[in-house]
T-cell receptor, first 118, second 111 residues
Framework: DTGVSQDPRHKITKRGQNVTFRCDPI?????LYWYRQTLGQGPEFLTY????????KSRLLSDRFSAERPKGSFSTLEIQRTEQGDSAMYLC????????????????FGPGTRLTVT | GIQVEQSPPDLILQEGANSTLRCNFS?????LQWFHQNPWGQLINLFY???GTKQNGRLSATTVATERYSLLYISSSQTTDSGVYFC?????????????FGAGTQVVVTP
């Protein structure tokens, strides 16, 4: 069990550029989550996948944001036409999921990708 | 959505002191987790505790689900305990898989 990994750890980009982040969950985990954290705040939920299906998206996830998990393993989060307000820490988490959706399991977080938009 | 309130917002401790952090939530929940965020931003799992009491070394936690609160106890604090402590809850009926975080308690342990 190597834990959740994220790449890159830091990204500095100019406003208007596109960026893509990658998350590799714990290998046996079939749920994967994305959160965003701004300075002085707790993380806020963005979206989550069960296997390759994206089951929920927050209102925070504007049209410029897209997430994929094509084979139910790693996931990517893309931000198009970045804005300064997108500067934040982007956190990925993973967990197991039961056969029934109505089951809750402990979430484990990666180290995050810190995005700075200049 | 569920409201999660943590108190106190800030805590300064001398090394060796004990402390209690509190998390109140506004509705019944299926999942409650406590995390420690280190200075590099990594969220470290402390407890998965939707109800009951658990202990891990100098840390322990109690969740009283019927009264909608959880407590995190830090005993004999060390400088490495510094950081932000977050409580996060999940209510499956409203949203599967979504953790709702509190604003955190910033803890500083001085030598």
């Amino acid at each position: 069990d190597t834990g959740v990994s994220q790449d890159p750890r830091h990204k500095i980009t100019k406003r208007g550029q596109n960026v893509t982040f990658r998350c590799d969950p714990i290998s046996e985990h079939n749920r994967l989550y994305w959160y965003r954290q701004t300075l002085g705040q707790g993380p806020e939920f963005l979206t989550y996948f069960q296997n390759e299906a994206q089951l929920e998206k927050s209102r925070l996830l504007s049209d410029r944001f897209s997430a994929e998990r094509p084979k139910g393993s790693f996931s990517t989060l893309e931000i198009q036409r970045t804005e300064q307000g997108d500067s934040a820490m982007y956190l990925c988490a993973s967990s197991l999921a039961g056969v029934q959706y109505e089951t809750s399991y402990e979430q484990y977080f990666g180290p995050g990708t810190r995005l700075t938009v200049t | 959505g569920i409201q999660v309130e943590q108190s106190p917002p800030d805590l300064i401790l001398q090394e060796g002191a004990n402390s209690t952090l509190r998390c109140n939530f506004s509705d019944s929940v299926n999942n409650l987790q406590w995390f420690h965020q280190n200075p590099w931003g990594q969220l470290i799992n402390l407890f998965y505790i939707p109800s009951g009491t658990k202990q891990n070394g100098r840390l322990s936690a109690t969740t009283v689900a019927t009264e909608r609160y959880s407590l995190l106890y830090i005993s004999s604090s060390q400088t490495t305990d510094s950081g932000v402590y977050f409580c996060a809850v999940e209510k499956i009926e409203n949203s599967w898989g979504k953790l709702q975080f509190g604003a955190g308690t910033q803890v500083v342990v001085t030598p």
